[in-house]
């Protein structure tokens, strides 16, 4: 069975950062696409992010564009969120997880692995 672990997340003003990092367990991590998602109170859980396994090619929703980085070091198989710029609207609780087709990684439905998530609240 594969685990995810997020950390990272807190009480932040806006304007300021946070990077969150997201640990998996197994031998197969490099083979994953792994992606960010995020559920507000009341909201469904939307994309965030995603990095591919094979080209670690990159992919954001707009509202973040330009203000989050997705990265993964496959040596230490941890996936991270650098979230710069916070604002309020940005709260919520923040999931990575784990799919293995390729296809449709905007889709929360087509991920097979999710972490507990870990809390974002931005301050204004």
């Known amino acids: 069975q594969v685990q995810l672990v997020e950390s990272g997340g807190g009480l932040v003003q806006a304007g300021t950062s946070l990077r969150l990092s997201c640990a998996a367990s197994g031998r197969a991590f490099s083979t994953y696409n792994m992606g960010w998602f995020r559920q507000a109170p009341g909201k469904e859980r939307e994309f965030v992010a995603v990095?591919?396994?094979?080209?670690?090619?990159?992919h954001y929703t707009d509202s973040v564009k330009g203000r989050f980085t997705i990265s993964r070091d496959n040596a230490k198989n941890t996936v991270y969120l650098q979230m710069n710029s916070l604002t309020p609207e940005d709260t919520a609780v923040y999931y990575c997880a784990a799919e293995t087709t390729g296809f449709n990684l905007r889709e929360k439905d087509q991920y097979n692995y999710w972490g507990q998530g870990t809390q974002v609240t931005v301050s204004s």
């Open positions: 990095i591919t396994s094979r080209n670690h090619r990159t």
